[in-house]
């Protein structure tokens, strides 16, 4: 299936919102106590529960990364690298994306951006074309005027941000977007199983700017959870 450029913003609503009513994690319910504190690393969640339920966003999207710092031991350093997300405790990742949907009406959460970051034509794991990862970025918000924005200055604090816009990983301005780490996120994503991720054999996605179509694997709504 080729979609065209223009039908694309439509496209990715309908793609994320189906998917949200396939997924078992999209409880709008108030989280349990004892489901804040992950079992895998004992970090308590309550504090970013607390300022999702407050919508102090930008708070939240900062304590996030702090958060996941400190699930992988690596406050002092302050950053990550790919081959550190590839070890993000699951537990710990599925409650920080259970609370972001939870808050957000199911507008944010990491596995609210997978099915975006796969109908742009990108793949869990690996880099497929930087041009499909950068037209990921432009329907999340992250990029404006085929720009990246200045993280974490230029986000919007807001419901009325894109769906997907939060949380953004990134502490900081990267060139790339940071692309490498985000796809080894969307790779963490379905070995922790939060979304599952099946292919088929035709490209779902034209490039913007008429670049010739990649054959692409897209996933398919029906076995994502």
């Known amino acids: 299936m080729m979609i065209a450029k223009d039908t694309l913003p439509k496209f990715l609503l309908v793609l994320v919102f189906s998917w949200l009513s396939l997924s078992p994690v999209k409880s709008q319910t108030t989280p349990n106590p004892s489901n804040l504190i992950s079992p ?21 999207n900062n ?40 808050h957000s009406q199911g507008r944010f959460g990491y596995t609210v951006q997978f099915p975006i970051f796969v109908a742009t034509g990108n793949k869990p794991g690996k880099l497929v074309n930087p041009q499909f990862y950068d037209d990921f970025g432009t329907n999340v918000g992250w990029r404006k005027d085929n720009q990246w924005i200045i993280f974490r200055e230029n986000l919007i604090y807001s419901l009325d ?20 780490n985000y796809t080894a996120l969307t790779e963490r994503m379905v070995k922790c199983s939060l979304v599952s991720y099946t292919i088929d054999k ?16 897209p996933v398919n709504l029906d076995n994502i959870r």
């Open 40 to 60: 895998e690393t004992g970090i308590d969640y309550t504090l970013l529960n607390n300022l999702l339920s407050r919508q102090q966003w930008r708070e939240a």
């Open 63 to 102: 304590t996030t990364f702090r958060l996941m710092l400190q699930s992988l031991k690596r406050e002092q350093q302050g950053w990550v690298s790919s081959e550190d997300i590839a070890q993000l405790p699951c537990s710990d990742l599925k409650i920080i994306d259970d609370l972001w949907k939870q």
């Open 161 to 180: 941000a894109p769906v997907g816009h939060l949380p953004n990983p990134r502490p900081e301005y990267q060139i790339t977007g940071g692309r490498l």
């Open 202 to 217: 035709k490209p779902v996605y034209q490039p913007a700017g008429g670049a010739k179509p990649v054959e692409q694997r």
